[in-house]
Nanobody, 124 residues
């Protein structure tokens, strides 16, 4: 049974950085996909980044390329999202998600397990 729990959110000013963590128990080393999604009030949920537990390069939404980095630490059963150069438009509830698969995915329908979210607020 996959269980996810995010942490690391907070309130920062534009230009600052945050590192989100997700404890991902029950995730297999080579048959699960992990991702970060976000949703702002009044907006649809959107994918941020995805990484396959089996390796290969991760995938990023165009809006965060060059600023955000997703990474895995299999020994700690954790996935991270390093967010640099944060801007007000990055303000949202950020969710960690997991699903079975053999490659990255930015489609929310490919994820069956979700964390409760951690709030990120960026002020100008």
């Amino acid at each position: 049974q996959v269980q996810l729990m995010e942490s690391g959110g907070g309130s920062v000013q534009a230009g600052e950085s945050l590192r989100l963590s997700c404890a991902a128990s029950g995730v297999a080393s080579n048959r699960h996909v992990l991702g970060w999604f976000r949703q702002a009030p009044g907006k649809e949920r959107e994918a941020v980044a995805s990484i396959w537990t089996g390796g290969a390069a991760p995938k990023y939404a165009e809006s965060v390329k060059g600023r955000f980095t997703i990474s895995l630490n299999s020994a700690k059963n954790s996935v991270y999202l390093q967010m640099n150069s944060l801007q007000p438009e990055d303000t949202a509830m950020y969710y960690c998600a997991a699903g079975e698969g053999y490659g990255w995915s930015l489609r929310s329908s490919d994820y069956s397990s979700w964390g409760q979210g951690t709030q990120v607020t960026v002020s100008s």
